[in-house]
């Protein structure tokens, strides 16, 4: 079992930045594929961003490359979400996943999930 706990959120204004932390109680971090997804009251989850399944790569959604970076640091068991230029359409619960097997893309992969931390740009 996995625990993911985000945190950073927050109320930005627009063209301003945050980092989203999410911290993992899992034994073997390492071996997890990090994501993260958002959403939208009355939407569908979508991708944000998210590591390959041996870390060595990186994926973003086309609305936030170049702004985003998603990070980690295994020895803190910890990925992160460095949101530059933000916009108010990236006002949205994020949330962090984990998951060992299949695409980044679907959020259906993934097995275990966070609460969410709230993001509010205000324009």
Same mark, same amino acid.
């Given at each position: 079992?996995?625990?993911?706990? #985000?945190?950073?959120?927050?109320?930005?204004?627009?063209?301003?930045?945050?980092?989203?932390?999410? !911290? &993992?109680? &899992?034994? !073997?971090?390492?071996?997890? &594929?990090?994501? %993260?997804?958002?959403?939208?009251?009355?939407? #569908?989850?979508?991708?944000?961003?998210?590591?390959?399944?041996?870390?060595?790569? +990186?994926?973003?959604? &086309?609305?936030?490359?170049?702004?985003?970076?998603?990070?980690?640091?295994? !020895?803190?068991? +910890?990925?992160?979400?460095?949101?530059?230029?933000?916009?108010? #359409?990236?006002? !949205?619960? @994020?949330?962090?996943?984990?998951?060992?097997?299949?695409?980044?893309?679907?959020?259906? +992969? @993934? #097995?275990? %999930?966070?609460?969410?931390?709230?993001?509010?740009?205000?324009?």
């Amino acid at each position: 079992q996995v625990q993911l706990v #985000e945190s950073g959120g927050g109320l930005v204004q627009a063209g301003g930045s945050l980092r989203l932390s999410c !911290a &993992a109680s &899992a034994r !073997a971090f390492s071996n997890y &594929a990090m994501g %993260w997804f958002r959403q939208v009251p009355g939407k #569908e989850r979508e991708f944000v961003a998210a590591f390959s399944l041996s870390g060595g790569s +990186t994926y973003y959604a &086309a609305s936030v490359k170049g702004r985003f970076t998603i990070s980690r640091d295994n !020895a803190k068991n +910890t990925v992160y979400l460095q949101m530059n230029s933000l916009k108010p #359409e990236d006002t !949205a619960v @994020y949330y962090c996943a984990a998951r060992q097997r299949g695409t980044y893309l679907i959020d259906s +992969t @993934y #097995e275990y %999930w966070g609460q969410g931390t709230q993001v509010t740009v205000s324009s």
